[in-house]
T-cell receptor, first 115, second 115 residues
Framework: AQTVTQSQPEMSVQEAETVTLSCTYD???????LFWYKQPPSRQMILVIR??????QNATENRFSVNFQKAAKSFSLKISDSQLGDTAMYFC????????????FGTGTRLKVLA | ETGVTQTPRHLVMGMTNKKSLKCEQH?????MYWYKQSAKKPLELMFV???????ENNSVPSRFSPECPNSSHLFLHLHTLQPEDSALYLC??????????????FGPGTRLLVL
């Protein structure tokens, strides 16, 4: 069975600084997707970034980038130039590309950006 | 907003009540999902529908009954719930279940309290 672990329940960062959220996962499969979702307070969860496991290049989306280490089964999210609007719960998620097609989510990291 | 709406946003019900949660997506997606989000726990996938057909029932108790009359609408019928069923219930949709179109778009959720 696949599992996703986010070991940092809460984090804080000063505005304009850089922060890294960690995520590890466990699977015996080789083909899968990884995602980071953001859930702001009282707002809808939205996709931040996704990574296909077959791609060696790390995905980036503006200030958000990942460090994907397939052998180590690690998928961390780096937020550069943190902004107050980045305050949210961040969920790491895993999905196999075949079979059950279901997402496995981590428990989330609550990030607070301080002014 | 992401094009996925959920009603009601808040619901309080007794253990003997029958109620329904509604989800509607305006994105032309073919897959829809129900999740349960409880504090300090990973999101729990409950049901998956693909082209109106249920493809996943993640061992959900029968007091939760889903219905998907078409690809745009998803219901969750509730009856004889327990206090531990109190949670945020999230609906999501995706273009497809696979083929690189698995990114999920979430609704705002229904906050359910069972007394």
């Amino acid at each position: 069975a696949q599992t996703v672990t986010q070991s940092q329940p809460e984090m804080s960062v000063q505005e304009a600084e850089t922060v890294t959220l960690s995520c590890t996962y466990d699977t015996s499969e080789s083909n899968y997707y990884l995602f980071w979702y953001k859930q702001p307070p009282s707002r809808q969860m939205i996709l931040v970034i996704r990574q296909e496991a077959y791609k060696q290049q790390n995905a980036t989306e503006n200030r958000f980038s990942v460090n994907f280490q397939k052998a180590a089964k690690s998928f961390s999210l780096k937020i550069s130039d943190s902004q107050l609007g980045d305050t949210a719960m961040y969920f790491c998620a895993f999905m196999l590309t075949s079979g059950t097609y279901k997402y496995i989510f981590g428990t989330g990291t609550r990030l607070k950006v301080l002014a | 907003e992401t094009g996925v709406t959920q009603t009601p946003r808040h619901l309080v019900m007794g253990m003997t009540n029958k109620k329904s949660l509604k989800c509607e997506q305006h994105l032309g997606h073919n897959a829809m999902y129900w999740y349960k989000q409880s504090a300090k726990k990973p999101l729990e996938l409950m049901f998956v529908y693909n082209f109106k057909e249920q493809t996943e029932n993640n061992s959900v108790p029968s007091r939760f009954s889903p219905e998907c009359p078409n690809s745009s609408h998803l219901f969750l019928h509730l009856h004889t719930l327990q206090p531990e069923d109190s949670a945020l219930y999230l609906c999501a949709s995706s273009p497809r279940l696979a083929g690189g179109q698995e990114t999920q778009y979430f609704g705002p959720g229904t906050r359910l309290l069972v007394l």
